[in-house]
């Protein structure tokens, strides 16, 4: 009896040394361990171990599954990339609230035209939990509206676009030759009629305090400076919200796409499976 408490307890011993030396040296040379990365994939399936770290903050194989079963395009980078942005947001200081989460994931539902019902039935469908979707696909979406307002830099075509508004120029012309946004420039930065959930918070704010004609701006928005004029207004009726017919001129001062790839070479990656 006690000899095979013995062997139990070898046995056992020898489990926990072999996967503490896996796990040490994966965590210190990523997947260049040719014959590890199969182990480890399926360790990760069972247990609470990242497949993957970015800037100290662990991926989850969790994370992983539920990009696939999304169908994402290359999965496993878009987790890392996700990942990344959560890891930068992190180091500059920038809080990603839960009143920020469930605010964006309302507008994420809404902008798909779907309740919370259908929502919640279709990840439940592709085997996500709440916690993995948000983790994975609200915050780094907050995160990356943080880094992009702080990123911004008022300076260039902001600062000329917003003296000639005030010289009393064409707001249409000036956005046909000024505008980034590849829709609205072409028409004169006609946006057509937008609801509150269509246009960043800012915008609908001081949209909705300007009258006919009047224009706003430079606003600080994630994806650029903005300035907005109103022209009309379609007052909410039944379940229809209500809408604002704006124009807007777009300058994207920083391309964030670039300054994140910028920003990524800089972190630790490191990939396990």
């Known amino acids: 009896m006690i000899v095979k408490k013995q062997k139990s307890l070898i046995i056992t011993l020898g489990i926990l040394v072999f996967l503490g030396g896996l796990s040490a040296s994966y965590f210190a040379l990523g997947n260049k361990l040719p014959w590890g990365a199969k182990v480890w994939l399926k360790i990760a399936r069972q247990v609470p171990v990242p497949v993957a770290s970015v800037g100290g903050l662990g991926v989850k194989y ?5 990009a696939e079963s999304l169908d994402i395009k290359n999965p496993l980078d878009f987790v890392i990339k996700q990942a990344s942005i959560l890891a930068l947001a992190r180091k500059a200081g920038l809080d990603v609230s839960d009143d920020d989460v469930a605010d964006m994931r309302e507008t994420m539902i809404t902008s798909w ?4 019902t259908s929502f919640l039935n279709l990840i439940a469908e592709k085997k996500i939990t709440d916690d993995v979707f948000d983790e994975v696909f609200v915050k780094p979406e907050v995160a990356r509206d943080l880094l992009g ?3 911004n830099k008022l300076e260039g075509d902001v600062t000329e676009v917003e003296n000639k508004l005030r010289q009393g120029e064409d707001f249409a012309a000036l956005a046909r030759v000024y505008s980034d946004d590849l829709v609205t420039a072409p028409l004169g930065g006609d946006a057509g009629f937008v609801a509150e959930y269509e246009i960043y918070a800012g915008v ?3 949209s909705r305090e300007l009258k006919k004609g009047d224009w706003a701006g430079p606003i600080n928005t994630p994806d650029g400076y903005m300035f907005v004029q109103r022209l009309e207004q379609q ?3 039944g379940d229809s919200p209500e809408k604002l017919h704006l124009r807007i001129i777009l300058i994207e001062s920083v391309d964030f796409d670039t300054w994140l790839d910028d920003q990524i070479e800089g972190l630790k990656v490191r990939i396990y499976i």
């Open 149 to 151: 307002l702080k990123i």
């Open 235 to 237: 007052r909410s009726q």
């Open 62 to 66: 969790s994370a992983l599954a539920a």
């Open 204 to 206: 609908w704010d001081r």
């Open 113 to 116: 035209n779907m309740d919370n």
